[in-house]
């Protein structure tokens, strides 16, 4: 064990978020030493396309080195997150253009995609029994309706040359070890695979994708992660570590361990929801994991609950069987704009060049709102809470991850004056907030009804970081809130995987408890309610 070693000994995540790529040096303790981050390109060649470039990515992963002052022989294992994008490549392992404009570089469909929406909605129609495990509808950010829409719309270029599609935590451990091994998380979480059925070839045959069963599944994964116990995605090394070339480009040791890759949300999971809580007086304290739910909040955001069993939750994808904590099911809620959604409605206000101007002199523009609001609560003697009460914004503007799984849901906003102040750009962000916790709390509910029972939350991502989101979703929800000691919590949840591959953890659960580490707690204010 490490401990035993006088050397301090490291773990490397890797997080590849939808704007950036990001790396931690990451102590055996869950203590992040230093960090490095890329931003990476996103082409939006159409309405509902996102699209972005592996080649570009692998790039910036290579290029965020966070290793400088430490032995490569003190860096004992990696881990890789990454969003459930699309990767496509032809046999020769070189990008495949996934649009009709043919740039071949251009090959992610991105996880926010929604072109496919068509097509989810008739996969969504066929009823196969594989729905049940989806909360019952086929999103178009799933893996399928995108492969389904490729084959229709682009079947003498992309479909033609495709050798390999893989989720893109996937492509990373490829790049990283050249094996082809899939993560259990990503094919249960996003392509329908199930651990104990594997894949289901009635259902790539009724949607239209039996091509891709040839050569046992080739295409989409011949060989699924698992270790010595029954379904445990993500301790083994995978491969043989590092190859020569990934290790030279990293800046690391050939043969380092790699973990088996986490879709990002999953992997922050991994860095909140383990915490010893012991001495904060939280209601999970001496109650099961399951008591726990995991909040990855940033461009969108995902609601983690696991359970010993597996519940099926109408609009909420899951059950997952060790989807993210091993031989434990998870369902995940979620909602696919969150902090875009606040960055659309505060950055198209005509008072955000006022609200920069101001903000220029000292502040962040969030930090500046939340202070602004709370100067307007002061002044008019009123709760900052209720300062929007005539104000109500519908926040599904890229429709409807769950408990409603209705993609083609817009937003809407009602109670705008004519006046376009700053006041009004600033109760525009707390309606746009108010709206997005009162969504939370509707997935909690929906969990809550299937058979959750969940009595605290662990929030990470970047709006984790922003007081008043953080404030307004515990007094929404009626649930004490925690706080990670690291902000970079996903990057932990990373470090995490690389632990667990060198051995140095014996379970991902120990790893857990021992690296995730509670940071502060953000009880409601039930006092606003009385």
Not at 208 to 218: A, C, K, R
Not at 262 to 289: K, M, T
Not at 300 to 308: F, G, L, N, P, Y
Not at 462 to 481: C, D, E, F, M, R
Request: with cysteine; glycine share 8%.
């Amino acid at each position: 064990m490490a401990g035993s070693d006088p050397v301090e000994w490291y773990y490397v995540g890797v997080d590849v978020g939808t704007a950036s790529v990001r790396a931690a040096l990451v102590t055996r303790e869950g203590q992040v030493k230093t960090t490095a981050e890329e931003m990476v390109t996103i082409w939006k060649p159409h309405s509902d396309h996102y699209v972005q470039s592996s080649i570009d990515i692998w790039a910036k992963c290579c290029s965020t080195k966070v290793t400088q002052g430490v032995q490569r022989n003190q860096v004992r294992g990696v881990g890789f997150d990454a969003t459930c994008s699309l990767v496509v490549l032809d046999q020769n392992f070189q990008p495949v253009a996934v649009n009709l404009d043919g740039e071949a570089e251009r090959n992610v469909v991105m996880w926010m995609d929604h072109r496919a929406a068509e097509q989810a909605a008739r996969i969504t129609s066929t009823g196969h029994r594989v729905l049940s495990r989806v909360g019952g509808v086929m999103s178009p950010e799933m893996q399928p309706p995108k492969l389904l829409w490729l084959k229709e719309n682009l079947r003498a270029t992309c479909w033609r040359d495709a050798a390999h599609f893989l989720d893109l935590p996937d492509f990373l451990s490829w790049k990283a070890t050249a094996s082809l091994a899939r993560s259990l998380c990503t094919v249960v979480c996003k392509w329908t695979y199930c651990p104990t059925e594997k894949w289901d070839t009635s259902f790539w045959t009724a949607i239209g994708l039996e091509d891709l069963l040839e050569n046992d599944h080739s295409k989409i994964g011949e060989l699924v992660l698992v270790s010595q116990w029954e379904y445990l995605p993500v301790v083994v090394l995978l491969g043989e570590g590092l190859t020569q070339e990934a290790a030279a480009e990293l800046g690391l040791d050939t043969g380092t361990a790699v973990g088996a890759s986490l879709i990002d949300a999953h992997a922050g999971g991994l860095g909140v929801i383990g915490a010893d809580v012991r001495g904060f007086s939280l209601p999970c304290e001496d109650q099961p994991i399951t008591s726990r739910m995991a909040m990855i909040c940033g461009t969108s955001s995902c609601h983690m609950a696991i359970s010993q069993g597996p519940l099926f939750v109408p609009g909420v994808w899951g059950p997952y069987l060790s989807g993210m904590v091993p031989e434990l099911w998870l369902n995940e809620g979620g909602q696919s704009a969150t902090g875009s959604l606040i960055d659309h409605v505060v950055k198209g206000h005509v008072a955000y060049p006022q609200l920069q101007e101001q903000a220029v002199k000292g502040s962040h523009i969030y930090t500046y709102l939340n202070r602004h609001l709370s100067s307007m609560a002061k002044d008019l003697g009123a709760p900052l809470e209720l300062l929007a009460s005539s104000l109500h914004v519908w926040p599904d503007f890229h429709g409807n991850r769950s408990p409603l799984a209705d993609p083609t849901l817009r937003g809407a906003v009602v109670g705008l004056p004519l006046s376009q102040t700053l006041d009004d750009l600033a109760l525009l962000y707390l309606a746009t907030v108010q709206a997005l916790a009162l969504g939370t709390q509707h997935i909690l509910e929906a969990m809550t009804q299937a058979g959750h029972d969940i009595t605290t939350l662990f929030l990470c991502g970047g709006l984790s970081k922003n007081p008043l989101y953080v404030q307004i979703h515990a007094n929404a929800t009626g649930l004490p809130l925690v706080l990670p000691a690291q902000t970079e919590a996903v990057l932990v949840g990373a470090a995490v995987l690389g632990a667990c591959a060198s051995h140095d953890y014996s379970s991902i659960l120990e790893a857990m408890e021992k690296m995730a580490k509670v940071g502060k707690v953000v009880q409601p204010d039930h006092e606003l309610w009385r």
